[in-house]
């Protein structure tokens, strides 16, 4: 047990919590400091999911306030990760961060697997840091600054600044660095919030405090995905219901709202010609429960309208019309506006709005819809289109008819219809025509010929020919486009002709496009020609110079371009599904890769290293007892053994550095 150990400040990174207490107790040697807190002698302090939690807790002084969790949730970037992770996925990082199990850590928070990079320095806020001398006495490294994606302080409205401290590819893992003795004297830098750019990395800073503020906050991968697709309906860029969505027309329209600099400060851009890319993989991939980096998901969020914290707070139903029972607007209906309708169904969406449609069908006969979805509890009372009106309503206007005492301002009031509807149904009932009312007045047949007149209007000269020109120039500006094109975006035009032109409007359409036969793929050649580039590919990644790269199902087919067709039909590749078995590594075989190359670099420069030197330049400590990989130090080490000794240790530490700074 130590008897003292730092009380923390705001927002401060465990990391920082434990350099300052290094920088107090001053022992001999920083292994001592991580032997003493985390009970292992060399550990390693990851900056972001530390862990050896449970050993940390164990030691501290009587009386303390800590536990595990509160490390976790205050101390560390895991409640960055967690919103946009599977529930049991966080369990098992938080088991992790307890124990001493590092492995898997950041392939499972959606670190490892996107190409977003962590700051290569620690960073902070010259603002927060001058207000943190004068309120605390020294300053510290704040969890905030040192996320991927947050480049700028929401607080003062400064861009962060980069330390003196290497935050990864560091040569002394062991060694911690306190923020006061190691800020360089730096001038803010201010957003220009005029620049949109500027203020989206502000957003993006905001919606990060807000994730970082929260406790045990998981709302799961299926509330992720009903929120996204209900958003995206509401956007137009999937269907409702369904949320099947239009990733092209998302692609283009997220790639429109962001700058090309912004997307790529931020390691997120989109290739609109590629189906693979990590906008099209974050709406699919949901069900499949795989991970994206937050900083994405933050993107998305703020493209769609809202910040973090409103995106998380929506109430989302996939019901647009709400839960029944339905009210009957059937006006002639004992039973008006009585909530007597139990089921809804819904049918194809509007065109163009795709939104919707509901059917409500009454027991009375009287069938209404409604284009969706229901904002206001008053939208239950409204109705689009009447289907059907039903022998309740039929037999009110029968008895209605022929009572000559009910005027007409009487009659459309108790049946919920204008008047000419009214002569309408009256006639295709059959009922007697003329009808005489109350003062005398009638209605004859005369009256709806004039009626059904009115509602066919026919077009003048001068009317065709102006919608004629504009149809012709319109198909004179746009020769690539197709009916539907032409359909869509000159819908008042076409819906025109369509109505009072329409066998013009035929002869001049564009002609109808040949639908082509489904190409019959050669699975078996296919299979062979890939089976034969994940080869050479493999070969390829493996004789590259410089630090290894793992050979990944993921980086064979982001090297081929082939990801959707390799993943998608590896049932129809055997030869491929066997090559990829046995090409790619799992993380021991990756390992003696590694250990071989740090032995080859050692003996390029004809030094004999120690083991630590080896273990740290092919970064295998974790590794270190998997009983092959200690075989291949060993074996390394021996084949090292008669080079050079003299000055080995600083010899070893430049090569440790030059690949680090080549990184």
């Known amino acids: 047990m130590i008897a003292f150990f730092p009380d923390p400040y705001p927002d401060e990174l465990l990391y920082s919590i434990c350099a300052r207490f290094s920088n107090r107790t001053q022992y001999p040697n920083t292994f001592l400091t991580t032997q003493e807190l985390f009970g292992t002698w060399g550990a390693k302090l990851t900056i972001d999911l530390p862990r050896h939690l449970n050993h940390l807790v164990s030691v501290l002084p009587k009386g303390h306030l800590y536990t595990v969790d509160t490390l976790i949730n205050n101390h560390t970037l895991l409640p960055f990760y967690s919103p946009f992770l599977p529930t049991e996925r966080v369990e098992i990082i938080r088991e992790n961060m307890e124990g001493s199990n590092q492995r898997g850590i950041h392939q499972s928070s959606g670190i490892s697997p996107s190409i977003i990079r962590s700051p290569k320095y620690l960073r902070f806020c010259p603002l927060c840091a001058e207000e943190d001398r004068k309120q605390f006495g020294e300053t510290y490294w704040h969890r905030l600054h040192q996320l991927p994606g947050v480049e700028v302080c929401p607080t003062h409205v400064v861009f962060l600044e980069d330390s003196t401290v290497a935050a990864r590819n560091q040569i002394h893992n062991c060694?911690?660095?306190?923020a006061e003795e190691n800020l360089p004297i730096i001038s803010p830098h201010y957003l220009d919030l005029s620049k949109p750019e500027h203020t989206n990395?502000?957003?993006?800073?905001?919606?990060?405090?807000?994730?970082?503020?929260?406790?045990?906050?998981?709302?799961?991968?299926n509330s992720l995905k009903e929120r996204y697709g209900f958003l995206l309906a509401e956007?137009?860029?999937?269907?409702?219901?369904?949320?099947?969505?239009?990733?092209?027309?998302?692609?283009?329209?997220?790639?429109?709202?962001?700058?090309?600099?912004?997307?790529?400060?931020?390691?997120?851009?989109?290739?609109?010609?590629?189906?693979?890319?990590?906008?099209?993989?974050?709406i699919k991939n949901l069900t499949k429960k795989q991970a994206h980096h937050p900083i994405r998901h933050l993107l998305l969020i703020q493209f769609l309208g809202y910040t973090v914290g409103e995106f998380f707070q929506i109430s989302i139903s996939n019901k647009p019309f709400g839960d029944g029972p339905w009210p009957c607007l059937n006006k002639a209906s004992k039973h008006f506006h009585q909530l007597v309708?139990?089921?809804?169904?819904?049918?194809?969406?509007?065109?163009?709005?795709?939104?919707?449609?509901?059917?409500f069908?009454?027991?009375?006969?009287?069938?209404?819809?409604?284009?969706?979805?229901?904002i206001s509890p008053e939208d239950r009372f409204k109705i689009t289109t009447i289907r059907s009106y039903g022998s309740v309503w039929e037999a009110t206007l029968k008895n209605l008819w022929e009572d000559s005492s009910v005027t007409w301002k009487e009659m459309v009031s108790q049946l919920g219809v204008e008047r000419e509807r009214i002569i309408n149904h009256a006639d295709r009932l059959g009922l007697k025509f003329p009808r005489f009312g109350s003062k005398g007045e009638s209605v004859r047949k005369s009256t709806l010929v004039n009626?059904?007149?009115?509602?066919?209007?026919?077009a003048t000269s001068d009317e065709l020919e102006t919608y004629r020109r504009n149809w012709l120039s319109i198909r004179e500006e746009n020769p690539e486009f197709g009916r539907t094109k032409l359909m869509k975006e000159f819908s008042s035009t076409y819906s025109w002709l369509r109505t009072y032109d329409r066998e013009w409007l035929k002869a001049h359409l564009p002609p109808v496009k040949c639908i082509r036969a489904k190409r019959v793929v050669d699975w078996e050649n296919r299979d062979a020609e890939l089976a034969s580039a994940v080869r050479l590919l493999a070969l390829h990644i493996k004789s590259q110079p410089g630090r290894p790269q793992k050979i990944t199902k993921g980086v064979i087919c982001k090297g081929l371009d082939k990801k959707a067709q390799i993943q998608h039909n590896l049932h129809k590749l055997p030869k491929t599904k066997q090559v990829l078995i046995e090409v790619v590594e799992t993380c021991e075989d990756f390992a003696v890769r590694k250990v071989k190359w740090a032995a080859e670099?050692?003996?390029?420069?004809?030094?004999?290293?120690?083991?630590?030197?080896?273990?740290?330049?092919?970064?295998?400590?974790?590794?270190?007892?998997?009983?092959?990989?200690?075989?291949?130090?060993?074996?390394?080490?021996?084949?090292?053994?008669?080079l050079s000794p003299i000055d080995r240790w600083?010899?070893?530490?430049?090569?440790?550095?030059?690949?680090r700074q080549s990184e």
Request: aromatic share 14%; glycine share 4%.
């Open 175 to 178: 060694k911690l660095f306190a």
């Open 201 to 221: 990395l502000l957003n993006i800073a905001k919606d990060v405090v807000w994730l970082l503020n929260q406790k045990d906050f998981n709302p799961g991968f």
């Open 235 to 282: 956007h137009n860029f999937a269907a409702y219901i369904t949320y099947r969505v239009h990733v092209k027309k998302l692609k283009k329209a997220f790639n429109d709202y962001y700058s090309p600099s912004l997307l790529k400060q931020l390691q997120a851009e989109v290739d609109e010609d590629k189906d693979s890319n990590w906008l099209s993989c974050i």
């Open 341 to 359: 309708i139990k089921e809804c169904n819904y049918t194809k969406h509007s065109w163009p709005s795709k939104k919707p449609i509901g059917i």
């Open 361 to 374: 069908n009454c027991t009375c006969g009287f069938v209404y819809s409604r284009i969706g979805r229901d």
């Open 451 to 458: 009626y059904n007149r009115k509602k066919r209007k026919v």
């Open 601 to 642: 670099c050692f003996y390029q420069e004809n030094i004999s290293p120690a083991w630590s030197q080896l273990v740290l330049l092919a970064n295998v400590y974790d590794f270190k007892d998997v009983p092959q990989v200690k075989d291949a130090i060993d074996a390394a080490l021996e084949s090292l053994a008669l």
């Open 650 to 659: 600083h010899r070893g530490e430049s090569i440790i550095e030059q690949y």
